[in-house]
């Protein structure tokens, strides 16, 4: 949901009413993954909003794929080739 929300990201309630988890549920998992730096947060009056962080979501694909299966083709199912560039195009 957040990768798709784009750099402009969603507000942490509104993420936990899209997938129906308790409010105080959600803001545990969205810290956590804050704290592995895979998403960045900030607060507008008294909402936060949290983005995903391309880059780190980049190296955390590349680094479970790297030795995916030991490499193997077969079992990797094609997973171990280079992920295309999927961050959203920003306007310039």
């Given at each position: 949901m957040l990768v798709r929300a784009g750099p402009a990201g969603l507000?942490?309630?509104?993420?936990a009413n899209r997938l129906a988890i308790p409010p105080t549920r959600m803001?545990?998992?969205?810290?956590?993954?804050?704290?592995?730096?895979?998403?960045?947060?900030?607060r507008a009056g008294r909402q936060v909003w949290?983005?995903?962080r391309y880059?780190?979501?980049?190296?955390?694909?590349?680094?479970?794929t790297e030795d995916c299966c030991a490499g193997d083709p077969q079992i990797c199912g094609g997973l171990a080739a280079p992920?295309?560039?999927c961050a959203p195009e920003t306007a310039a």
């Open positions: 507000p942490s309630g509104e993420i803001s545990f998992h969205l810290a956590s993954l804050e704290r592995a730096g895979l998403l960045e947060s900030r949290y983005a995903a880059d780190a979501m980049r190296a955390l694909l590349a680094f479970l992920a295309p560039q």
